[in-house]
């Protein structure tokens, strides 16, 4: 048996083939796992578990079907989903664990990150990630008309797509490395939990990196995102394996 993890499918109404391909994924191999984790971002944007989309109607349905056979789901929240709340979770049938994560896999503890906790070079992130947490920021916000929301989410994502696009386009070698991990978060992270194995995603660079720290072996995985195909972690008692998914 198997255990998978995904994450940054950021599903929406755009792009309904990696929709298909999700669902598609769920009915074929995930019925049949061990158990699945979603590590963040499985949507575009999340304003509110009362935002009545298509989209999250399907996964909601799709995954709880994936519960009800057998198959513990479990999700992290990521950036563009961090106001997914215990209702939707309810209606999904998944658990949500906070982040980051300690869990026992076939007898190994591992960390589980959505991992932009890890992106400390890009300040003005982590500056807007500490103010959209507070819990009286998301209770005000989701006070809110959903159509405001909508709206405040939209214009959210379009003022990020332009930093970042002008940031490529004037200086590429600091947007890589802004829009990556720190190495020293990955050190400190490892260090703090004592572990030496670190599964996440975010940064959309699929990997798997050995490192060397504090006298030990230690292996990150960083999951690929689902833009252009899918991508998934599969993990068994014998060892690991990323690999895309064909579309």
């Given amino acids: 048996m198997t255990t998978l993890f995904i994450s940054d499918l950021h599903l929406d109404a755009t792009r309904p083939a990696i929709t298909r391909l999700f669902g598609e994924f769920l009915q074929r191999e995930a019925r049949s796992a061990d158990a699945l984790y979603i590590l963040g971002d499985l949507f575009e944007a999340w304003v509110g578990d009362d935002d009545p989309s298509e989209v999250g109607a399907f996964v ?46 076939y007898g190994k503890p591992v960390l589980l990150m959505h991992g932009d906790l890890l992106c400390t070079a890009d300040t003005a992130y982590q500056a807007f990630r500490t103010q959209t947490r507070n819990p009286a ?53 490892f260090t703090r939990y004592g572990i030496d194995t670190m599964i996440h995603g975010h940064t959309h660079r699929p990997a798997v990196h050995d490192l060397h720290i504090n006298g030990k072996d230690c292996k990150r995985i960083v ?20 690999e895309a998914l064909p579309d």
Avoid: C
């Fill in 223 to 242: 999951l690929g995102d689902w833009y252009t195909q899918g991508s998934v972690l599969r993990v068994d008692a014998d060892g690991m394996q990323l």
């Fill in 60 to 105: 909601a349905s799709a995954l709880a079907e994936v519960a009800a056979s057998g198959t513990p789901v479990t999700f992290i929240r990521g950036n563009r989903d961090f106001l997914l709340g215990n209702d939707y979770a309810r209606r999904a049938g998944f658990r949500v664990l906070p982040d980051p994560a300690v869990v026992m896999l």
């Fill in 137 to 189: 920021w998301q209770a005000q916000f989701l006070a809110q008309p959903l159509q405001a929301r909508l709206a405040f989410a939209a214009q959210a994502r379009a003022a990020s797509q332009a930093h970042q696009s002008g940031m490529k386009h004037s200086d590429n070698a600091q947007f890589e490395t802004v829009t990556d991990v720190t190495p020293a978060a990955v050190e400190a992270t």
